[in-house]
């Protein structure tokens, strides 16, 4: 077999084991009771109100997992899991608690391939607006060391007004205006998503720089007038008809001679590499009604219905990081 024998089979039917376990010690908050010093299991139990028995299994289970560490009995975060404690400046808790969220989704998998249970229109989980900057953050966490790479590739040097399409907290706006000093940019994301960039933004002292203009790209149109569209991460969650439809924006959105970016998975023609988007696209049929990751030649496709002209994939990535561009003639 492909993938090494029954052992390796088998360890691929029960690798969901570890996951759960890190699952469930993240909704119960176990690294941050654990993240300020040594506790028991008892004392633990006492804080988050924990079965003892239970407990104590799990925490175990955590040690030989090497997310915990145990000395007699007591147990507490290694330094290099201190990222999962919520109070860690670099915490990625908020995403792993959106992996359990993702878990529930994708129990219905096998309903979902039947048929007899339909796919939901939900991108994200619904958030307040704690949870939400949580969130926000954790996708900065993770997205600032990759974003200098995908800049570089990106050559911006000419571009002098930018436009960051569902630019979060800025991360990807921050990093070109980095890499070109005589650029501007505007960043059009949802309101409370505009006020965690204005933020960020302010710390990073090019606020002077940006333009915040809060919006839906589903329902609004773009702010015209830029030379460079960066759509980062987005056409994943649309149907084809609604990657036409941003994809007219952003045209309207651009000047003459301006260019789109998009970056996201772009799958080769057989359609399971690369891997981890033949494994979104699962994500994206669970939690999206027409959702999915795309071709090349589909996403070229839409481009060029929309007016878009010198279609290419000049970066190809393993982890949602290729490439596409196209110009306005």
Known sequence: MSRGGPEEVLRLANNFMESRVLLSAAELDVFTVLNSGPLSAQEVAGRIGANLRALTVLLDALSAMGLLTKGGETYYCADATSILSKDAPDSVLPMILHAAHLWKRWTNLTDVVRGTTASKDEVGPSWSPEELRAFIEAMHV????????????????????????????????????RAVPEMKATLFDKPEVIEMARERLRKEGMLDRVALVPGDFYQDELPPGHDLAFVSAIIHQNSPAQNLDLFNKVFR???????????????????IHPRNGAIFAINMLLGTLGGGTYTFDEIETGLSQAGFTRIRLFKKGEQMDALVEALKP
């Open 253 to 271: 959105s651009l000047n003459r001679g301006g260019r789109i970016l998009i970056r996201d998975h772009v799958m080769e023609p057989d359609r």
């Open 142 to 177: 993770i997205a600032a060391p990759r974003s200098q790479e995908i800049v570089t590739a990106a050559e911006p040097s000419s571009a002098r007004a930018m436009l960051d399409v569902g630019g979060a907290s800025g991360t990807y706006t921050i990093a070109f205006l």
